[in-house]
């Protein structure tokens, strides 16, 4: 039968639907080509030679005259061009690419080498005699004296407001570092040129923030902007490791492929990965909270200390959303934040996931279950008695007027909660009836939180990120540097563009970015793709309708594109962005409008404790998150339940252990993740409660979600055994202590 004439069928919205993946298939079939799926002719391998000391000056490098050096590639320090700076571009000249005179963290880059051959390089590597005269190094940040960024927020009279208080609670909270763990190591190929230009170097990357590459290269070879490119591969996962890290590795790779005139490619075995990049900035916080006898907040006053290791990488941005969020999602009259990024001999820290808010909201949580206890109240009733709501002012005094959503999230965590409690209830019986449950001990415990999207206070104005699009004979095409990294960038930029449109999801094209042809997006950070960039692409997509004079069906759409580009030739829209006339902040004083628009969620947590190996396992998990509008909702709950998940392993299991300034279980055999055995029930629900300013209503959804878990579990814990925990992770080990330092050594 013919296709039945007749009226041309509406077209269905993509925002807010779950449609396929734009490089799904690709992935699933195997044709997506990872950094290391590359190649070109006559490429080489190359590998990096590390400090063993994490502090000292080099006294000589050797080469071993009696190995065979023939075909390697060496570099050091004095291989940096004339005009270009052995220095990585971040917020401080402080790091350099390679050592020079002295070394201050183990594993510090000192030579690279490169060889046609693989597996020489180990022998190349062995044959490298560095001698060193060692210093005493500072290895923790309770040593730590040097710092290396501080900040102070303020806000009304603190001193009033303890005199206002009846109660002073004090308390002391500690986290520590985290590995990002993407399942793809880090991995860059640099080809010397760029389009036929010798002077040029190109590079392909496994990274997030290609316009972060570019920087760093041109100010490492002295060149201009247009004699750089680097393209970003399928990148198998980031969480912020793959962030300002790149930078350092693609320098490397660069300058190897300079000096062999060939293309060098240079992959981290997951060792290197593990001990030589940053992680999450180990964290310890102290509280001084004036409260009233029925729990009202008075005054909070913090003292929040990172380490920031020995670079000072992204320690002031991570140090300035730790900060912002350090009150927890809780109203006070009176406030101080002293923050402070202090240096030590390990290895720089750096992005990931949460980016300071974590490590704050960690302690903010674990203080209000500490006042609770100690005014007899229940954890539940204080929270809500403080939370933020339309109206008030946060730490730094911005009004909450929009897309304020604390109490919702508290409210539907609590009904989600129960309505599982009920349709378990009948199995928990059953279960405790035949002495499935005897040996355990359990608990639940509850956490609030909220987090920024976007770049902190002037960032997004200084960025200026740009992004636009392409018209084509079938639809459009997206120019953008934000990168997919699996949470789903270019699906959900697609389907923004194709209802700004009013066209098929389908007829929207992505590609990963290339920075010769897609302009500075900004970085793929802070919750800031869907809600800045793409609303961005919103407007593109508005003005891209308003040029081609209008249309009322897909149909139509397409005619007129042809037609203009047959009469008038190519359309591209690039749009800037805008900073929403409302916001005020100070750099200065760190006053005003820290964020846009905040999210906002609530974690409930189930867990259970074996009394006799002292085990803590999470047996299910209630999250609520408040995105303003799930662009794609199937994307936007993978990104919850993963973030959870994140936050449950950094809560119970991972553990970086580190000795002379090292990480001692650099390996996945005792770096211990949660796997799927791990993993309990997550039910997540997302709450729509939109930002005027944001696509379609959006704000960031992929940070907030690791914030909350581990103080839900803690208190979870401690509600099972009745041991106060103050630190990350509750292994086993720390919970039989608490428990022996609790029943006072009997145990």
């Not at 350099?96 to 070394?103: G, I, K, N, Q």
């Not at 000096?259 to 180990?282: C, S």
């Amino acid at each position: 039968m013919g296709r039945r004439k007749g009226k041309e069928r509406a077209l269905q919205p993509s925002v807010g639907t779950n449609v396929p993946r734009t490089e799904g298939r690709e992935k699933v079939t195997g044709e997506a080509k990872y950094i290391d799926d590359l190649t070109f002719p006559g490429m080489i391998h190359g590998r990096t030679v590390r400090s063993t000391i994490p502090r000292g000056k080099i006294l000589s490098v050797t080469l071993d005259p009696a190995f065979d050096w023939s075909g390697f590639t060496v570099v050091d320090h004095r291989d940096v061009p004339p005009g270009g700076q052995n220095v990585v571009q971040m917020i401080t000249d402080d790091q350099p690419f390679l050592a020079v005179d002295r070394v201050n963290h183990q594993e510090e880059p000192i030579l690279l080498l490169a060889h046609a051959d693989r597996s020489r390089l180990d022998a190349g590597c062995a044959r490298v005699k560095i001698t060193y005269a060692p210093e005493a190094p500072v290895l923790d940040l309770a040593h730590a004296t040097h710092v290396l960024k501080q900040l102070t927020i303020e806000k009304g009279d603190l001193a009033a407001g303890f005199a206002d208080a009846d109660v002073i609670v004090e308390g002391t909270y500690q986290t520590g570092h985290q590995e990002q763990l993407y399942l793809e190591p880090n991995g860059a190929i640099a080809l010397p040129g760029v389009d036929g230009d010798p002077a040029g170097i190109t590079v392909y990357g496994s990274l997030q923030c290609p316009y972060y590459v570019v920087r760093a290269l041109m100010r490492l070879f002295g060149l201009p902007i247009e004699k750089v490119r680097v393209v970003q591969s399928t990148t198998g996962g980031g969480f912020g490791g793959k962030e300002e890290y790149p930078s350092l590795l693609c320098g490397h790779a660069a300058l190897l492929a300079r000096k062999a005139n060939r293309p060098v490619k240079m992959i981290y075995d997951r060792m290197e990965d593990l001990v030589a990049t940053t992680k999450r900035h180990p964290s310890l916080v102290r509280h001084r909270t004036g409260v009233k006898r029925d729990g009202t907040i008075t005054a909070i006053e913090i003292d929040l200390r990172l380490d920031g290791g020995a670079y000072l990488t992204l320690s002031p941005v991570v140090l300035s959303r730790a900060s912002i969020h350090a009150t927890g999602p809780y109203r006070t009259p009176h406030a101080r934040i002293h923050g402070r990024a202090y240096l030590t001999h390990t290895p720089p820290n750096g992005a990931f996931r949460g980016f300071g808010a974590p490590q704050s909201q960690f302690a903010a949580e674990l203080h209000m279950d500490k006042i609770a206890g100690e005014l007899g109240l229940d954890p539940v009733a204080l929270r809500r008695k403080n939370l933020l709501r339309p109206g008030d002012t946060t730490a730094t005094g911005q009004l909450l007027e929009e897309s304020v959503s604390a109490e919702e999230v508290l409210d539907r965590a609590l009904a989600r909660h129960e309505a599982a409690l009920q349709r378990n209830n009948k199995s928990l019986r059953r279960s405790k009836a035949a002495g499935g449950s005897k040996a355990r001990l359990h608990g639940t415990g509850l956490s609030m939180f909220f987090h920024g999207s976007g770049f902190t206070g002037g960032g997004e104005v200084k960025l200026a990120s740009r992004a636009g699009l392409v018209l084509t004979r079938d639809g459009v095409e997206i120019l953008v540097a934000s990168t997919e990294i699996g949470q789903g960038t270019r699906t959900m930029l697609a389907q923004i563009v194709a209802d700004a449109l009013a066209i098929p999801y389908e007829w929207v094209a992505t590609s990963d970015p290339d920075t010769a042809r897609d302009p500075d997006s900004g970085p793929t950070v802070a919750s800031r793709t869907c809600m800045i960039i793409g609303r961005i692409l919103q407007r593109a997509g508005e003005r891209l309708k308003e040029a081609l004079g209008g249309y009322d069906s897909p149909k139509e759409f397409r005619r007129r594109a042809r037609a203009h580009l047959d009469e008038k030739g190519p359309l591209t829209i690039i749009e800037t962005y805008e900073k929403p006339g409302e916001i005020r902040w100070s750099d200065e004083t760190y006053r005003g409008d820290a964020y846009g628009a905040y999210a906002w969620g609530c974690n409930i947590a189930d867990v259970e404790v074996d009394p006799v190996t002292y085990e803590a396992r999470c047996t299910r998990f209630t999250a609520v998150i408040d995105i303003g509008k799930a662009i794609h909702p199937l994307l936007a709950e993978g990104q919850i339940e993963g973030g959870t998940l994140q936050g449950i392993g950094w809560a119970l299991y991972e553990d970086v252990v580190m000795k002379d300034g090292r990480m001692a279980n650099g390996t996945l055999t005792n770096y211990i993740i949660p796997t799927t055995l791990d993993t309990p029930e997550i039910d997540v629900e997302i709450v729509e409660n939109p930002y005027r300013h944001g696509p379609f209503g959006a704000k960031g959804v992929g940070e907030c979600p690791i914030d909350g878990p581990p103080a839900a579990i803690v208190a979870a814990i401690r509600q099972a055994c009745g041991v106060s925990l103050d630190r990350v992770p509750a292994t086993p080990e720390r919970i039989m202590i608490a428990l022996d330092a609790l029943e006072g050594g009997r145990r």
